[in-house]
């Protein structure tokens, strides 16, 4: 079964609507990350998702534009506000803490393949 | 503000031989990784170095970590096409963020 599991896999989206990535991990874990990766580019950090409160976003992300929830150790959603062609991208949930199994790697969902139209 | 820097971008390589990737970066940083990713697939994580001098072997694909040179090296040895992917190193930064290089697209020819 999946480390971290992301829904949903793909989509196809209308220019000026939202969409929110689910990012869901299968333990608890302190950090939780969204990257940005546009086509045949490499990863860019979004921001950091914080349990309980505000993201922490990296130069050049907004939260109007990317708003971020994660209301557990678990699980984090991420979304794409009022979309434009230039949001399409693959949109990768990531995930480190404690526990044997992420305690020294980040690991990556699957990505969101988001294409805007 | 920290850079990571890949080359080359892109390499055709024939199988059975051997080739190195670089990976520079600007500054100091508690950890180093090497990742593998398949056309339309994420991530894999193939390597984590955690200190100087680190080596560590997988297959035929060997990555080292020199923190005073700032260089990671990511060697492929007698290369196959199963190697065929795009490669990233991404250095580890406070907060346990991740700056990716550019991506190193290997093409292993028969």
Redesign the interface.
Known sequence: SAVISQKPSRDICQRGTSLTIQCQVDSQVT?M?W?RQQPGQ????IA?ANQGSEA?Y?SGFVIDKFPISRPNLTFSTLTVSNMSPEDSSIY?C?A?GPGARFR????????T?LTVV | ELKVEQNPLFLSMQEGKNYTIYCNYSTTSD?L?W?RQDP????E?LF?L?SNGAVKQEGRLMASLDTKARLSTLHITAAVHDLSATY?C?V?TS?????????TQLTVNP
């Open positions: 950090m990350f990257y490499s990863l860019t950090l950091t922490t990296e990768l990531s480190e020294t790697e980040a690991f990556f969902g699957q990505g393949r | 950890r990784y990742y339309g697939k994420s991530l994580s984590v955690l990233f991404a580890e907060g346990s963020r991740l700056t990716f290089g550019e991506g």
